[in-house]
């Protein structure tokens, strides 16, 4: 069964600082990763796909790892904004269509 | 495109009262998944259709909770009789194939009181 923890599950940051939020799974036979993004209330936001042959995936401010030997995908943001204030959440496939999704980090930006 | 859609986006209603909830997926997507939130358990995948065929329905809680998908454009969840605890968030997500980017919809925030 595939397991999805994500560190911090809380982060406060200065508005201009960089973000880094860690995923790691524990089933490394994984075709793909996804990033998403849920603000309050709202739904999940698809911010990027990796594929397993990736080594990252970049997109604007956002680039995301991705290591499948050791489990792992981190979540850069560059030069965060008061407006990158929500959850991000990874996903991983556990089988052909199922995502496994981590809880999630809260990431705060302060004016 | 606009997104997938869901509808209603709250839903409060009474213990025992029948719940249907209703989704568009994107055009073009072959594969539909129903997925519940809650504070406790996160998200969990209810039920997948590809093609819109029932591939995978393991998740669904209870047969109080059943689901339909009659084309390509649209699917229903529906619960029958509701209770407290399925109380939640419900999205709707859908994909090109299984295996590609799931986009989902904003959810229909469902209270039984």
């Known amino acids: 069964k595939q397991e999805v923890t994500q560190i911090p599950a809380a982060l406060s940051v200065p508005e201009g600082e960089n973000l880094v939020l860690n995923c790691s799974f524990t089933?490394?036979?994984?075709?793909?990763l996804q990033w998403f993004r849920q603000d309050p209330g709202k739904g999940l936001t698809s911010l990027l796909l990796?594929?397993?042959?990736?080594r990252e995936q970049t997109s604007g401010r956002l680039n995301a790892s991705l290591d499948k030997s050791s489990g792992r995908s981190t979540l850069y943001i560059a030069a965060s904004q008061p407006g990158d204030s929500a959850t991000y959440l990874c996903?991983?496939?556990?089988?052909?269509?199922?995502?496994?999704f981590g809880a999630g980090t809260t990431v705060t930006v302060r004016a | 495109d606009a997104g997938v859609i869901q509808s209603p986006r709250h839903e409060v209603t009474e213990m025992g009262q029948e719940v249907t909830l209703r989704c568009k997926p994107i055009?073009?997507?072959?594969?539909l998944f129903w997925y519940r939130q809650t504070m406790m358990r996160g998200l969990e995948l209810l039920i997948y259709?590809?093609?819109?065929?029932?591939?995978?329905d393991s998740g669904m809680p209870e047969d109080r909770f059943s689901a339909k998908m009659p084309n390509a454009s649209f699917s229903t969840l529906k619960i029958q009789p509701s209770e407290p605890r399925d109380s939640a968030v419900y999205f709707c997500?859908?994909?090109?194939?299984?295996?590609?980017?799931?986009?989902f919809g904003q959810g229909t925030r469902l209270t039984v009181v």
């Open positions: 997500a859908s994909s090109q194939t299984g295996r590609t980017e799931a986009f």
């Open positions: 089933d490394s036979a994984i075709y793909n």
């Open positions: 990796i594929q397993s042959s990736q």
């Open positions: 996903a991983v496939p556990s089988n052909d269509y199922k995502l496994s």
């Open positions: 055009s073009g997507h072959n594969s």
């Open positions: 259709f590809n093609n819109n065929v029932p591939i995978d």
